[in-house]
Nanobody, 126 residues
Framework: QVQLVESGGGLVQAGGSLRLSCAASGRTFSSYGMAWFRRAPGKEREFVAAISWSGGSIYYADSVKGRFTISRDNAKNTVYLQMNSLKPEDTAVYFC???????????????????WGQGTQVTVSS
């Protein structure tokens, strides 16, 4: 059974930074793409960032490009999301997801993911 456990969320002022972590277990972490999605209050879940199995391909939503950085450490079975210059509109529950594929443009879509974490709350105050 695959388990994904997010951490690092919290309350931060606009312009601040947070680093989210997602620890994975139960499958060969280094073989699969990983991603972060988020769901803001009253909105649908949306794609934030994705990274291929090797880290060689990375994708971002336009809304976070230049501010967020996704990375992974295959030795630690962990994926990270460094979030800088946070804005109130970044307030959401952030979910880590593990894909059934290793890479490709399809990593931008939720249908590519078969396991999800419980989520961690990020709140950005103005």
């Amino acid at each position: 059974q695959v388990q994904l456990v997010e951490s690092g969320g919290g309350l931060v002022q606009a312009g601040g930074s947070l680093r989210l972590s997602c620890a994975a277990s139960g499958r060969t972490f280094s073989s699969y793409g990983m991603a972060w999605f988020r769901r803001a209050p009253g909105k649908e879940r949306e794609f934030v960032a994705a990274i291929s199995w090797s880290g060689g391909s990375i994708y971002y939503a336009d809304s976070v490009k230049g501010r967020f950085t996704i990375s992974r450490d295959n030795a630690k079975n962990t994926v990270y999301l460094q979030m800088n210059s946070l804005k109130p509109e970044d307030t959401a529950v952030y979910f880590c997801a593990s894909s059934s594929r290793g890479g490709g443009y399809g990593l931008k879509y939720s249908t590519a993911y078969d396991y999800w974490g419980q989520g961690t709350q990020v709140t950005v105050s103005s």
